[in-house]
Each structure stands twice: as structure tokens, then as C-alpha cells.
């Protein structure tokens, strides 16, 4: 899956970037608009993160340029703006989901799997199959066996995930103690 990121704040943009490729996504960081409407242009995405208040052209008409072009994937605005006539106007635009910064990277999470879901609720390549009954959500990073979700520890958690993420390739034991034991 690929995510579209435009968030001109180059430290927010990093972390909500590693946070999508921890969920699976390959990511497009744009800092300025002019960047992301080269990316829809030029990529087709399954999701849009953008905020509203970025060089070139701003959030809004990057969001405008998506939805001219027919493209129904979901967007889901990061912005600053708490005025209702902010919210009204991204929703005007056709964005999935509105979220006020400062959040939580879980809330963005949670919302990132719901405009997804709710998109395509025939959506079936949110989840690996593992094996015999064991499936493995993308976005939530959660274990199911047999439809029933299996309680991980956050190691064990970070550890599937980054064998995940590299499917077909080594993983070294140094990007795996980076990845899990070195986190915060």
C-alpha cells in the first residue's frame, strides 16, 4: 500500500512517516503542495494524509486536485485549524476524515483504518494470511487466529511487524534490535 504525506513541519512529517511504513505503507513525504500534486499526478496512492497549511499550494487544493481527477481514495486532513469553517470546507472537498493536531498516533491509526475500511468495505488486502487460520492486520498490526484477535506483547508485536514489512528478504539481527528493542 502507498500513503501520499504532506505536512510541511519536517519532525511531524518523519514521525507520522515511520508510522506508516510501520503499518505497511510505502510513503510519498511531500513538504509543499507543489510536491504532492507531482506525487498524485504521477502515483497512484490508498491513502492521503495532508495538512492544510503548507507552501505552493496549500492543503485545500491539493485536496481539490484529488477529487477533480475522480480519485476516491481516502484523505484523511491533519491541520492545526480548529474553526468549524475549516472542517466544513475539507468535508466540502470531499476528505474522509478530519483530525486536529496535536493527536496521538494511535487515534491517526485508528482513523487511517476506518477510512480505509469504510472506502471499501469489500477491502480484503488489509490483512496477510499468515497460515493455516492465522491473519495479520496491516493497519492495526494485530494477530488473529481464525477471526479471533490473539493478545501480543509490544516485542513480540515489533517483532512480527518488521518480518512482516520484509516478506522475502533477510532481516539482520542489527535491524532487528533497532526496530525492537530500541524503540522509546
Given at each position: 500500500?502507498?500513503?501520499?504525506?504532506?505536512?510541511?513541519?519536517?519532525?511531524?512529517?518523519?514521525?507520522?512517516?515511520?508510522?506508516?511504513?510501520?503499518?505497511?505503507?510505502?510513503?510519498?513525504?511531500?513538504?509543499?503542495?507543489?510536491?504532492?500534486?507531482?506525487?498524485?499526478?504521477?502515483?497512484?496512492?490508498?491513502?492521503?494524509?495532508?495538512?492544510?497549511?503548507?507552501?505552493?499550494?496549500?492543503?485545500?487544493?491539493?485536496?481539490?486536485?484529488?477529487?477533480?481527477?475522480?480519485?476516491n481514495t481516502p484523505v484523511i486532513i491533519i491541520t492545526t485549524h480548529a474553526?468549524?469553517?475549516?472542517?466544513?470546507?475539507?468535508?466540502?472537498?470531499?476528505?474522509?476524515?478530519?483530525?486536529?493536531?496535536?493527536?496521538?498516533?494511535?487515534?491517526?491509526?485508528?482513523?487511517?483504518?476506518?477510512?480505509?475500511?469504510?472506502?471499501?468495505?469489500?477491502?480484503?488486502?488489509?490483512?496477510?494470511?499468515?497460515?493455516?487460520?492465522?491473519?495479520?492486520?496491516?493497519?492495526?498490526?494485530?494477530?488473529?487466529?481464525?477471526?479471533?484477535?490473539?493478545?501480543?506483547?509490544?516485542?513480540?508485536?515489533?517483532?512480527?511487524?518488521?518480518?512482516?514489512?520484509?516478506?522475502?528478504?533477510?532481516?539482520?539481527?542489527?535491524?532487528?534490535?533497532?526496530?525492537?528493542?530500541?524503540?522509546?
Open positions: 500500500m502507498r500513503a501520499l504525506l504532506l505536512e510541511d513541519d519536517y519532525a511531524f512529517n518523519t514521525l507520522i512517516a515511520e508510522e506508516l511504513m510501520r503499518l505497511g505503507f510505502s510513503v510519498d513525504s511531500c513538504f509543499e503542495g507543489e510536491c504532492a500534486i507531482n506525487a498524485v499526478y504521477m502515483k497512484q496512492h490508498d491513502l492521503y494524509l495532508i495538512d492544510i497549511n503548507v507552501p505552493t499550494f496549500n492543503g485545500f487544493e491539493v485536496l481539490k486536485y484529488i477529487r477533480e481527477r475522480s480519485i474553526e468549524i469553517e475549516y472542517l466544513k470546507k475539507a468535508f466540502a472537498l470531499g476528505c474522509h476524515d478530519y483530525l486536529k493536531k496535536p493527536f496521538d498516533m494511535e487515534e491517526l491509526v485508528i482513523r487511517i483504518h476506518n477510512a480505509l475500511r469504510l472506502s471499501n468495505p469489500e477491502r480484503k488486502d488489509d490483512y496477510l494470511l499468515l497460515s493455516q487460520g492465522y491473519t495479520y492486520s496491516l493497519i492495526s498490526g494485530e494477530l488473529y487466529y481464525h477471526d479471533s484477535p490473539i493478545e501480543l506483547t509490544r516485542i513480540e508485536s515489533l517483532l512480527l511487524r518488521i518480518l512482516i514489512q520484509n516478506i522475502g528478504n533477510v532481516v539482520s539481527s542489527d535491524v532487528i534490535q533497532d526496530y525492537v528493542w530500541n524503540k522509546e
